[in-house]
């Protein structure tokens, strides 16, 4: 993991335009297909067979009798931050920052990749299930997309994941534990936020965090990095100990 998580740093030279196209086309598009058939087949099966899972409706229920105003207040700005608009507004900051400081194109490229392609996955998946969201009031618009999955989360996901590994280069250890542990639960907090305001089912929020995690490590794992060398130094250093 500790290899993977550092890919970048391990490996910081420059992929030609085209080589980069080519790895992410075969190591992120080509997988994005089997997680699509994935995502679309669980939520053919939850309105199906499954009968749109009755017990999460009591889920829904029990976060509308939490409901207060502060709670109405927080959520919303939790909810504000999955949007569309924010994420990639967020994104475009956060690459031209990223850019200007290493001019590793190629690594700034890892998180409008991951965002774009669960974008993807979860507008064409929730064409094709169609859910409808549930039976409760609402305390926000409904997007034209259906419940399943659920793109805030999804998206919060993308983008928050690859930044909580971006954040592994941090050198300072306490900082670099806050920035993780802090980006990690953003995503945690939006899905929660959706479910408190009405918006998603239980099971639209955790298929919409599979989306979003799946799609920030195959966008972070697609460039080719040679880490073998250092491997070898690992494991020889492991035998040497033993």
């Not at 009591?58 to 608009?85: K, M």
């Not at 290493?102 to 774009?116: D, F, H």
Request: proline residues 5%.
């Amino acid at each position: 993991m500790h290899t993977f998580l550092h890919r970048y740093e391990l490996d910081s030279s420059a992929p030609t335009r085209k080589e980069a196209w080519h790895d992410f086309t075969r190591r992120v598009l080509l997988p994005a297909v089997g997680l699509w058939v994935v995502i679309v087949g669980i939520g053919l099966l939850i309105t199906g067979p499954l009968g749109n899972l009755p017990g999460e409706a009591a889920v829904n229920e029990w976060f509308v009798a939490q409901r207060t105003e502060t709670l109405d207040a927080v959520t919303a700005v939790l909810s504000a931050i999955g949007t569309t608009e924010f994420i990639i507004g967020a994104c475009v900051l956060f690459v031209a920052l990223f850019w200007w400081r290493t001019k590793q194109w190629w690594l700034a490229l890892v998180p409008p990749q991951a965002i774009a392609v669960q974008a993807i996955v979860f507008m064409t998946a929730a064409l094709v299930v169609g859910r409808e969201r549930p039976e409760v009031e609402k305390l926000d618009e409904s997007p034209p997309t259906s419940s399943f999955p659920s793109g805030h989360t999804g998206a919060s996901t993308a983008f928050y994941v690859v930044l909580a590994m971006l954040a592994q280069r941090i050198g300072n250890p306490v900082l670099r534990r806050v920035v993780t542990v802090v980006c990690l639960l953003i995503p945690l907090a939006v899905g929660t936020a959706r479910l408190y305001r009405g918006m998603h089912s239980l099971s639209d929020v955790i298929v919409g965090l599979l989306n979003g995690l799946v799609c920030a490590f195959l966008a972070w794992n697609y460039l080719r990095r040679d880490t073998s060398s250092v491997a070898a130094r690992s494991e020889s250093r492991s035998l040497s100990h033993s």
